[in-house]
Each structure stands twice: as C-alpha cells, then as structure tokens.
C-alpha cells in the first residue's frame, strides 16, 4: 500500500564520498520535491520537478543535484557531502495543475543521513 | 510576507485529556490554503487535513477537529480524548500565494501525550 518509497531508510556515508537517495511513487502525481529535514526544524524545500521541469530553490547549495528519468522515479544526488548535510531527507509528491486548486503533499519515510 | 506561528514549541498532557495545538498565519492572498501534518518519532509526515480560504467551516474527523477563523487568522488543531498514539510533531502550513506547490511551514508544535 506504500504510496511514497523511500530507499535507503538510513544511509551513512563518508564525509565528500557522493550517495545517492531514491524516491518512487505509485500515486502517478505529476510533482515531487525533495526536503531536507534537521532536528524536528520544519521541512526545508530543495527542489521540486513539475512533471519534467527541474525547479530549484534559490538557496539550495550546488552539491545538491536532482534526476527524475521518469514520473515514478527521482533521485537526489548529493556530490560531496559534508557534516552539515547530515538530515532527514524527505521525498513528497502532489497534483498539481496550473491556476487551480493546491493540493496536499504526500510523503515518504524519509532517508535519514549520517555523514561520518 | 507570508508567515506561519506556531507559538507552542512544546505540549505535555496526560492520556485523555483534551489538547489544542495553535497555529496563526499570516497573507495578503485572497485564495489560499491551510494544512496540518503529522510527524511521528518514524519521521514520516502525515497529511491531515486541507482546507482553502472558503471554506471557514470547521472540520471533525474523529478525535480531531480544526476550527479555521479567519477573523483571527487562526487554524487551530484540537485532539479529543488524546491517546498516546498521538505524541508526535504537528506542523501546521499555509500555500506561498507566489506558486501553486511551495509551503509555508510553521515551526512545529511536539506533543507528548503520557500514559
């Protein structure tokens, strides 16, 4: 029944060695964002695709990258993380159309990030 | 500027008892739309409720209720007959009136619920 799936759910990696976090979704929601989450602070907006368009947050370090190859899939690539990346990311989707109504954001369980 | 409080960091009640999480946002939108999530200690958020700018009637599901005031700019979360279940972080959020997928979170509020 798992809506939103996030793999791993913990992953711990090497201070500069790059990882790699999945998202995949069976609601076929045309949006996804990537969050990163630290110490129960409210989520923070990475980034987000709109279907295929890659929209990222101005404020969003370069380290942090983005893939969607397809609707159901999306990756965050983080290339050289530091001690300060250590967080929950946390993957989420929604149905969007442009000009009507915002709709709630469904999301995962979170990768939660230990960079040692 | 858009803005969501969430004055309460922290509530602490006994099993049973009655508890009010509050949020006040603040926008210049006319449209707009109001949530609550839940986030237990596994981490995962979960959706509770949505409610746009109007429909000011309140909303009972279960234990829970929302009460949306716009008077006051008030959304506020109150769970009934609270069960341990419940301790978690509930944040409230408000739609960025500039796009159609961007959230304004509030803060978060933890509730501990004792036995």
């Known amino acids: 029944d798992a809506m939103v799936i996030q793999n791993p759910r913990y992953q711990v990696t090497q201070f500069g060695k790059p990882v790699t976090l999945s998202c995949s979704q069976t609601?076929?929601?045309?949006?996804m964002y990537w969050y990163q989450q630290k110490s129960s602070q409210a989520p923070k907006l990475l980034f987000h695709?709109?279907?295929?368009?890659?929209?990222n947050e101005a404020d969003t370090p370069d380290n942090f990258q983005s893939r969607r190859p397809n609707t159901s899939f999306c990756f965050l690539d983080i290339r050289s993380p530091g001690l300060g990346d250590a967080a929950m990311y946390l993957c989420?989707?929604?149905?969007?159309?442009?000009?009507?109504?915002?709709?709630?954001?469904?999301f995962g369980p979170g990768t939660r990030l230990t960079v040692t | 500027a858009q803005k969501v409080t969430q004055a309460q960091t922290e509530i602490s009640v006994v099993e049973k008892e009655d508890v009010t999480l509050d949020c006040v946002y603040e926008?210049?939108?006319?449209?707009?739309?109001l949530f609550w999530y839940k986030q237990p200690p596994s981490g995962e958020l979960v959706f509770l409720i949505r409610?746009?700018?109007?429909d000011e009637q309140n909303e009972i599901s279960g234990r829970y209720s929302w009460n949306f005031q716009k008077s006051t700019s008030s959304f506020n979360f109150t769970i009934t007959a609270s069960q341990v279940v419940d301790s978690a972080v509930y944040f409230c959020?408000?739609?960025?009136?500039?796009?159609?997928?961007?959230?304004?979170w509030g803060a978060g509020t933890k509730l501990i619920i004792k036995p």
């Open positions: 989420a989707t929604s149905r969007e159309s442009p000009g009507l109504a915002f709709y709630e954001q469904y």
């Open positions: 609601l076929n929601h045309n949006v």
């Open positions: 695709y709109y279907d295929k368009d890659f929209n």
């Open positions: 926008t210049r939108d006319t449209t707009y739309y």
């Open positions: 409610r746009n700018s109007f």
């Open positions: 959020a408000l739609s960025k009136g500039d796009s159609n997928y961007q959230l304004i």
